[in-house]
């Protein structure tokens, strides 16, 4: 979808540029143009931190990071293995 909406945003910069049109249609492609940019680029951006968050589940809860603190330390502690 985002990349239909660059493409759109291409097209309308395309036409802008190559045809000859009075200056508020030429305005109004730019403005369209700038419009799909932005939506595609945020369509993007989206796509892309919707894809590295981490489901609920697979995050740690508050007794298990004390479960895996106190290992941490009692390893720490312990004496080293010779």
């Known amino acids: 979808m985002a990349w239909l909406l660059l493409l759109g945003a291409l097209v309308c910069f395309v036409l802008a540029i ?3 049109m009075g200056t508020g249609m030429v305005l109004f492609l730019l403005l369209a143009a700038l419009v799909l940019l932005i939506a595609g680029t945020s369509a993007l951006l989206q796509a ?3 894809a590295s968050v981490r489901p609920e589940t ?3 809860d508050p007794a298990e990071m004390r479960r895996l603190r ?3 330390e009692a390893r720490r ?3 080293p293995e010779s």
């Open 77 to 79: 502690q312990a004496p």
């Open 70 to 72: 106190e290992q941490a």
């Open 48 to 50: 892309r931190l919707s």
């Open 58 to 60: 697979q995050m740690i």
């Open 18 to 20: 190559s045809l000859n």
